[in-house]
């Protein structure tokens, strides 16, 4: 049973859009992508969101995202859960680190038997997580913000680590972002790390067609204003590098190039580097 005492609007409503996203496309006809896990947890969520006279909780309770941004959702997932396996394949009991897991369901989903996972995210967050996951001698949670470096003394570094961020180092400021980085490469040397990124470009003009046109549109009921208010943006992978020499892009995957019912007009602009890699997801080595 939930508890009654927490109070899940203190936190941030696109974890819950990400979850509910899942479970949509997880129970869609002809899925690939299966969650049952996050299925279980919305299923236990809509009980208690259903206390809110909030039209965004109603919205998920009837299971209303709009189709292209629970495909869009569930694509990053897709993506991120490759990165992982391709990760544990070469390091079957390597340690895995989620930076702002929120409600992710992802170690359920690539979890090998072997590999130590930490779910990182604020209190209030793994409070509510802990109503719907149990931790186990191999599954953590690390209720902190990240940049509260005390979490890192619980790491084991004589394994090999990947750090994965997913739907958050787009929401901090470029300079959080970046000292983060010095600090994990000078505590993890050797490590991975995963995360997604917008092109500088999308943030820049989204905040200015956000103010002129999409103020208008929103119906205040999906909190279009959390999904696009992105904070930070790259001129493109190579930016990183400078930040320090041990800083190395390995690869980056583009989500245009995965998605799929391209139609016609989708194609002509993604000849366009600008519109084909506004958001994609970056992997480097600290060393
Ligand atoms: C958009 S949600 C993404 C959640 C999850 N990664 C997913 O894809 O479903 C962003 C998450 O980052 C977390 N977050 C933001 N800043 C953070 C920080 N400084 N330390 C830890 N977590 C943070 C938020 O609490 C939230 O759970």
Known sequence: MIKEKIDISKISKTLLITIYARAIESQSENSTFKDPKSVEIVNKLDSYISKYNDPFYQRLIKRNLPKSLSQLVVLRNKLFDKYVMDFTKNNPDGVIINIGCGLATRFFRVENGQISWYDLDFPEVIDIKKQFVQETDRYHFLATSVFNYEWIKRIDKNKKILLIGEGVFIFLNGKDVK??????????????????????????????????????????????????????????????????PGITFIDKRVYADYRKNKNLWYKIKCCFKFYRETQYIVHYKLN
């Open 179 to 244: 000292d983060l980085l010095l600090k994990l490469q000078s505590e993890f040397p050797g490590c991975e790390i995963v995360f997604d990124v917008n092109n500088i470009h999308l943030v820049t003009w989204q905040k200015l067609l956000y103010k002129v046109f999409f103020r208008h549109l929103n119906k205040n009921d999906l909190t279009y204003s959390d999904i696009l208010d992105y904070i930070w943006g790259i001129r493109n992978e190579y930016e990183l590098e400078k930040i320090n």
